[in-house]
């Protein structure tokens, strides 16, 4: 089976165009959970656009299954995984004026940095990961940096609309997860996935959870957070029936 991490950040996005109380990210987190998550995702920003230093303290004391938080490689966030101990950290590059994450994390260029980082997690038992595009160098990188797990980013494989150039980009996530379990990395994805494009995702042998979120905070709008999670479920399920036997 896949695990599915439910990333519950854009319920905090409809929160603070109001600054209110509602919605509450944690109570979506729950809901999650019920429906079947095997973890919740929250990315704590440097700008705090939506998740905020609370959400994160009251979903990591309140949900029982694992807490993946995404932060920026910096020394304030490295501080606040220290205090708040989620189960793991999954660094991803952070860019004021974008709208969501744009790319992978570029390893190669900071190894050293990670490679400190990574060792500061592992003092702590917290896992470390590392969210990058499907490319061999970025891979050896996360290993050399002795991360244990890479999340490679399927941003732009979802955004791709004509079909010669998914199936290529589909064929590079492939190669870029075959030579991660080769590495010894456990291989995860994520990033713009949804109940059509996750299916070929599922697919791929060596992935072992997803984090998924904008699709089901968005269709748990029309049809609740517990039914949203269930159909990607279904769609999960349906990709892992062609994986080769």
């Known amino acids: 089976m896949i695990r599915l991490f439910v990333n519950?950040?854009?319920?905090?996005?409809?929160?603070e165009a109001r600054k209110t109380d509602e919605p509450d990210p944690l109570q979506a987190a729950l809901l999650a959970e019920m429906a079947g998550a095997d973890g919740i995702t929250i990315h704590l920003r440097e700008d705090r656009r939506h998740i905020q230093d609370h959400d994160v303290a009251r979903i990591r004391e309140?949900?029982?299954?694992?807490?993946?938080?995404?932060?920026?490689?910096?020394?304030?966030m490295l501080n606040i995984a220290i205090k708040i101990k989620p189960d793991?950290?999954?660094?991803?590059?952070?860019?004021?004026?974008?709208?969501?994450?744009?790319?992978?994390?570029?390893?190669?260029?900071?190894?050293?940095?990670?490679?400190?980082?990574?060792n500061q997690?592992?003092?702590?038992?917290?896992?470390?990961?590392?969210?990058?595009?499907?490319?061999?160098?970025?891979?050896?990188a996360s290993q050399r940096v002795g991360a244990d797990s890479v999340e490679f980013n399927t941003g732009q494989y979802t955004e791709l609309k004509d079909a010669d150039?998914?199936?290529?980009?589909?064929?590079?996530?492939?190669?870029?997860?075959?030579?991660?379990?080769?590495?010894?990395?456990?291989?995860?994805?994520?990033?713009g996935l949804n109940n059509q494009n996750v299916v070929a995702i599922a697919a791929i042998p060596e992935i072992e959870e997803l984090n998924i979120g904008h699709n089901i905070v968005a269709k748990s709008i029309y049809l609740g957070m517990e039914k949203a999670v269930k159909e990607i479920f279904h769609a999960i399920d349906r990709g892992i029936r062609l994986r080769p036997r």
């Open 88 to 118: 793991q950290v999954s660094l991803v590059p952070e860019k004021r004026e974008e709208i969501t994450t744009e790319g992978g994390l570029d390893i190669v260029s900071m190894e050293d940095k990670l490679k400190s980082m990574g």
């Open 121 to 140: 997690f592992k003092k702590n038992k917290i896992l470390f990961s590392l969210f990058i595009d499907p490319d061999s160098k970025q891979v050896e």
């Open 62 to 76: 309140s949900v029982k299954t694992k807490v993946n938080l995404e932060m920026a490689p910096t020394d304030e």
């Open 165 to 191: 150039k998914v199936g290529e980009e589909l064929d590079k996530i492939k190669v870029a997860c075959k030579l991660a379990a080769q590495l010894g990395l456990r291989v995860f994805a994520g990033h």
């Open 8 to 15: 519950v950040d854009h319920v905090a996005t409809i929160r």
